[in-house]
């Protein structure tokens, strides 16, 4: 039973990814979303549903445009596929959170939010990889659910939540002026605003941690590679942020006891 749920929601995650595609590329060109079929890139033919089934269709066209044969995107169905993992994974922490039952309404309801969160850091994961743009349009509408979510729920956490929300906030504001918007975008402050309302205090510490350290290492390596004009010279921060919220959503709790035991 539990397989063909699982199997099911990684259904549902690459179908969602699908759309989470259409919302990457559309949103930083200020395409209309609703409107207008999906096109090819290159020859900017129409696509039929043939040409949109998540994952396989890449794997039948083997990345290529059906009509004019020039190669489609690895990102596609790397997004697709991401969509489908995260969702099942989700799925697992919250059927383990609620012990194995997710027939009660609130546990329905916080499954809903999780995915609905996890799709709207896929969206500015990859926004800012492909655009270097974290869109208020996604951001505004997750901080707003994020709150709504924790008034309904857990409102004896909104203290703390709120706290390390403006706290994460002040600092890479603070480190925004310090280098003059060099070391970072705007993007990123507001983001950080988002990490500490939805991680609270202490995972937000490990999550910048975790953010810092990738971003430093992933950096290193790409300059030695001499990868870096791969980004228009600088490397977007925002898809670590992404990263160290997954990884501090699941695992925050340890990492901050790992780095500062006695303390927590
Ligand atoms: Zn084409």
């Not at 027939?103 to 609905?116: G, H, R, V």
């Not at 977007?236 to 695992?251: I, N, R």
């Amino acid at each position: 039973m539990i397989e063909v749920l699982e199997i099911s929601v990684f259904l549902i995650g690459i179908s969602i990814g699908s759309f989470l595609n259409v919302l990457i590329d559309r949103i930083p060109r200020e395409e209309s979303i609703i409107r207008g079929r999906s096109y090819c890139e290159r020859c900017k033919k129409k696509l039929t549903w043939k040409d949109l089934i998540p994952v396989v269709s890449f794997i039948l066209l083997k990345g290529k445009c059906r009509y004019c044969h020039s190669p489609i995107s690895w990102y596609y169905p790397i997004v697709e596929l991401i969509t489908g993992i995260l969702f099942i994974l989700v799925f697992n922490v919250q059927l383990i959170q609620n012990s194995q039952s997710l027939i009660s309404q609130t546990a329905i309801i916080s499954l809903i939010y999780y995915l609905f969160i996890s799709s709207s850091l896929i969206v500015i994961f990859f926004t800012d990889l492909k655009y270097g743009i974290i869109p208020d349009k996604i951001l505004y509408p997750t901080i707003g659910v994020s709150l709504l979510f924790q008034i309904l729920n857990t409102r004896y956490l909104i203290p703390n939540t709120i706290s390390s929300a403006i706290g994460a906030f002040l600092f890479f504001l603070l480190l925004f002026l310090i280098t003059k918007g060099k070391g970072m975008g705007f993007g990123d402050v507001k983001f950080v605003f988002f990490m500490g309302l939805f991680l609270g205090f202490p995972k937000i510490l490990s999550a910048f941690y975790v953010a810092f350290l990738t971003g430093a290492v992933v950096s290193l390596i790409l300059i030695l590679w001499g990868k870096k004009r791969f980004f228009g010279g600088t490397i977007p921060f925002g898809p670590f942020l992404v990263f160290a919220t997954f990884v501090c959503f699941f695992y925050g709790e340890k990492i901050i006891k790992l780095l500062l035991p006695g303390i927590f």
